[in-house]
């Protein structure tokens, strides 16, 4: 299957500080990709969806203020914690989806770990 | 966002066969995924139904009903490194992916 690769893997900030991390296809071109939150032992949570070279699309209840989306070109997206606190404290995963797959497969990067202090 | 809804816990013993249920909304939906998620990984891709009926993979089986809105896993000749969490993802307006709650499976020799 395809890789994506995620950046950094694991960050620790203070808290009013800002995150960027980075999500990449690496063997295929995404025209979508994903943003997940995960908590412990818990679902993975929409946040948004990224097509290459427009807005994202936010789910309700996501500060799109917050949570900054950049989808700039069809191998990278990016999500920037914006003033980050202790409570955005989590698992953010994003995934690259190829839609000319007859599975409608989703490649899952490994996940950036976020703690904010 | 849709919700989807699985059992959040299963135990089973080595080599026995494992059925995980999921039940979706309707609207909107085009077709259901099953993921597998080991403690701090990422979800590996398993299966996709976009129609009724039953997709063999190996030892994994998954089987989508629309007319009930139902869709299973199932696992056969269970390993110990199967033990993970296991979600059903349905795929919505052609556009969006909505995960079930997620089961987590204890595999027991």
């Known amino acids: 299957g395809a890789v994506v690769s995620q950046h950094p893997s694991r960050v620790i900030c203070k808290s009013g500080t800002s995150v960027k991390i980075e999500c990449r296809s690496l063997d295929f071109q995404a025209t979508t990709m994903f943003w997940y939150r995960q908590f412990p032992k818990k679902s993975l949570m929409l946040m948004a969806t990224?097509?290459?070279?427009?807005?994202?699309?936010?789910e309700q209840g996501v500060e799109k203020d917050k949570f900054l989306i950049n989808h700039a070109s069809l191998t990278l997206s990016t999500l920037t914690v914006t003033s980050a606190h202790p409570e955005d404290s989590s698992f953010y995963i994003c995934?690259?989806?190829?839609?000319?797959?007859?599975?409608?497969?989703?490649?899952f990067g490994p996940g950036t770990r976020l703690t904010v202090l | 966002g849709q919700s989807l809804e699985q059992p959040s816990e299963v135990t089973a013993v080595e080599g026995a066969i494992v059925q995980i249920n999921c039940t979706y909304q309707t609207s909107g939906f085009y077709g259901l995924s099953w993921y597998q998620q080991h403690d701090g990984g990422a979800p590996t891709f398993l299966s996709y139904n976009a129609l009724d009926g039953l997709e063999e993979t190996g030892r994994f089986s998954s089987f989508l009903s629309r007319s009930d809105s139902y869709g299973y896993l199932l696992l056969q000749e269970l390993q110990m490194k199967d033990s993970a969490s296991y979600f059903c993802?349905?795929?919505?307006?052609?556009?969006?992916?909505?995960f079930g709650s997620g089961t987590k499976l204890n595999v027991k020799p």
């Open positions: 990224s097509n290459e070279g427009s807005k994202a699309t936010y």
């Open positions: 993802a349905a795929l919505y307006n052609f556009n969006k992916f909505y």
């Open positions: 995934s690259a989806w190829d839609a000319t797959s007859s599975y409608n497969e989703q490649f």
